[in-house]
């Protein structure tokens, strides 16, 4: 059993920058796959990024692709968003995810879900 704790949401302006954490309880976090999602008011729920067990593979949705990165710290049961550049659309509720055995770009992949921390961005 993983429980997620994501931190770090807030309020910013666009083009600010915004650092999410996502800590884990657990004896098996760092076998984890992990990853985000978000959740912005009315829309569906939709991938962000996610990392493997070891940090070494990550993959991204298109629009963060070059402004957000997604990293980890197996020693602190720890997983990290980076966002940059942040836009408008980037506003929603973002979860942490985890699984031991699947990672990839479907909310049914992860086995684990955080509570969400909500991200707004303000122009």
């Known amino acids: 059993q993983v429980t997620l704790v994501e931190s770090g949401g807030g309020l910013v302006q666009a083009g600010e920058s915004l650092r999410l954490s996502c800590a884990a309880a657990?004896?098996?976090?760092?076998?984890?796959?992990m990853g985000w999602f978000r959740q912005a008011p009315g829309k569906e729920r939709e991938f962000v990024a996610a990392?493997?067990?070891?940090?070494?593979?990550?993959i991204y949705e298109s629009s963060v692709k070059a402004r957000f990165t997604i990293t980890r710290d197996n020693a602190k049961n720890t997983m990290y968003l980076q966002m940059r550049s942040l836009r408008l659309e980037d506003t929603a509720v973002y979860f942490c995810v985890a699984d031991p055995d699947n990672w990839g770009k479907d909310a049914a992949d992860y086995r684990y879900w955080g509570q969400g921390t909500q991200v707004t961005i303000s122009s």
């Open positions: 990392i493997n067990w070891t940090g070494l593979g990550t």
């Open positions: 657990g004896p098996t976090f760092s076998n984890n796959h």
